[in-house]
């Protein structure tokens, strides 16, 4: 028995070796992948785990990334999964997010997703889906960062001053596009 262990994890690391170091780390130049991937970001709860980053799932279609929920951790755990070799997930690439409602541990995340890619240079607009109350928590996250987009927009920032896009102002509303999401069902007191 203890050999025939000894014969499997030697064969598992015989295939890890043997993957060649393109696979194991991510190429300079991106070519979308034409495979659908789940990626599980974060699944962690309101308490602060040191193991788990909060809740965030990904589903990478043809390279395209998007979002559901973004939990405390998000932006850096999807660079942690483009560095194990999940393209999609540059951080640059992460412009499109789905919040299932707005609890904290769903939410909290929600700044580093608006502005780190930017700064990091994400270019083009940002769409979020959600329910009511998106749009607003959106506007708050925006003037809550005005200093920082005045900052970064205005050259103040020489380690990281972010491009004003030319579609929009950097950090405006327009740049991200909220979309209320159907009434779904609701739980808790007064539910139906």
Known sequence: ?????????????????AVPASFREAPAEYKPSPQTQIVLLGTGTPGPSPDRSGPCTAIVVNGSPYLVDLGPGVVRRAAAAYQKGVLGLRVTNLKIAFLTHLHSDHTVGYPDFIFTPWVVGRSGP???????????MTDHVLAAWKEDIE??????????TAP???HCAAGSRSCI?????????RRGPGAA
Request: aromatic letters at 6%; hydrophobic letters at 30%.
């Open 126 to 136: 940002v769409e979020v889906f959600g329910p009511p109350g998106t749009r607003a």
């Open 164 to 166: 004003q896009p030319k």
């Open 177 to 185: 596009s909220t979309h209320r999401t159907g009434p779904g069902r």
């Open 151 to 160: 900052i970064r927009t205005q050259g103040h920032d020489s380690e990281y």
């Open 1 to 17: 028995m203890r050999s025939h262990r000894v014969s499997v994890v030697v064969g598992f690391l015989g295939l890890a070796l």
